[in-house]
């Protein structure tokens, strides 16, 4: 019926966004390709409609073993413990991005976003930081209310109950058309 088509594409630009930020804040290229190709992967496998989403189980064993890992770096590591919890909160992000099944985990994948973006900006004082985090939040806000719109778009197309076998091609071009009005 009607889809928000935006919305998808401007998350992935946001968690490219939230990952280069903190990949720059950290110094840690190696993190930038791993997570910025897991991001087009999935959209890779999304737009081709091969995607599957984790089942849980293996989603909860990875986030585990994810923890496992930060609390061993946060005990026996020289790095800064904020740079240790941005390392958990790209890989929740990427847990979660492969997991996807409900409005609840682009939510969540909005607040983990956020929570990078901010791990980042305690660590770092880079001038192309803050233009990036200057882009990061007009991006954000721009994807939060597309995120609403969806979720509205949601309730109404359950609301109305309507096949989209029924829908007339012509009254939904129309109703687009005129949707800014």
């Known amino acids: 019926m ?17 990952f280069s930020g903190f990949a720059l804040a950290a110094q840690a290229p190696g993190l930038w390709v791993l997570s910025v190709s897991m ?26 073993a994810a923890l496992l890992y930060i609390v061993v770096e946060v ?9 240790v919890i941005g390392q958990f909160l790209v890989l929740l992000q990427l847990v979660k991005l ?9 939510a969540q994948l909005l ?15 880079s001038l192309l930081f803050g233009i990036l985090l200057i882009i990061y939040l007009f991006l954000s806000l721009y994807c939060c209310l597309l995120f609403h719109l969806k979720v509205e778009s949601d309730h109404a197309k359950a609301a109305i109950a309507l096949s989209e076998e029924k829908l007339n091609p012509a009254s939904l071009r129309h109703d687009q058309r005129y949707l800014s009005r």
């Open 2 to 18: 009607y889809d928000v088509r935006q919305f998808r594409p401007s998350l992935y630009v946001l968690l490219i966004l939230g």
């Open 39 to 64: 991001v087009l992967l999935n959209a890779w496998l999304i737009k081709r409609g091969w995607f599957s989403p984790l089942p849980r189980i293996v989603a909860n064993l990875v986030t585990l």
């Open 75 to 83: 005990r026996f590591s020289n790095l800064a413990p904020i740079l």
């Open 98 to 106: 492969y997991e996807q099944r409900a409005n609840r985990d682009y």
């Open 111 to 125: 607040v983990l976003s956020l929570l990078l973006v901010v791990a980042a900006s305690i660590n770092t004082a």
